[in-house]
């Protein structure tokens, strides 16, 4: 697992190197938060603040490869919740993630942010990363598997803005301390490890203007002449 994270490096600098023509690049900012022990089955119980940064390779309006590197807090406390078992253990924590992923993307419908403006998809993406997260229990560096969804649309010449939300299941269960110490009348779907995700906005943008060289592009771009027409 010590390997992982230099491959995914790789891979984001030898994309950068090669592909900028066919390039999103992006920041993205939002809250992050946690399911686990604490919080067996809420979603975005108790937010904090998160960023991160990310580039995306389009090999087609449909497909392409993201790279990206986000991070934000996130914290839990027992006596947030009113069942007798927490109310008593009382127990809380607050740590930092930070996560290197590389996620393929599928839009459900053509997108490029060198198209016409307001040019819009709805996305899923999944993929494949590290974690390294900061707890109670010390410093960790754990695999997640990162599962995204997401709207964007064409805003500006070469710019896009994307809103997403996105879950990171571990195979860990000690950030927040507890080691499967869950009620039994309060199990998660989620069953004993602990996971967290990200939800916000991003802006990204494309250097060059013109997708030169890949017919998939021109196969779109003709199609929307044709319409206009």
Known sequence: MKRVP???LLIYISLGATGQ??????IFGGVSSYIGDINPSKLMYSPLPAGGVFYRYNFHPRHALRANLFFGGLQGDDLDFSNSFQQTRAASFTATAADLALQFEFNFLPYTTAGKYWDWSPYFAAGAG????????????????????????????????????????????NFDGLLDQVDPAEQGWIHN????????????????SKLVGCPAYADVDDKERRKRR
């Open 6 to 8: 230099w491959f995914i």
């Open 21 to 26: 023509r066919n390039a999103d690049y992006g």
């Open 130 to 173: 590290v974690a390294a997260v900061n707890s109670p229990a010390g410093f960790s560096v754990q695999p997640v598997v990162p599962v995204s969804f997401g709207f964007k649309v064409n805003i500006w010449k070469n710019m896009g803005l994307e809103a997403e939300y996105g879950f990171r299941k571990t195979f860990y269960d």
């Open 193 to 208: 490890n602990d996971w967290y995700s990200f939800a916000g906005i991003s802006l990204t943008w494309k250097i060059y």
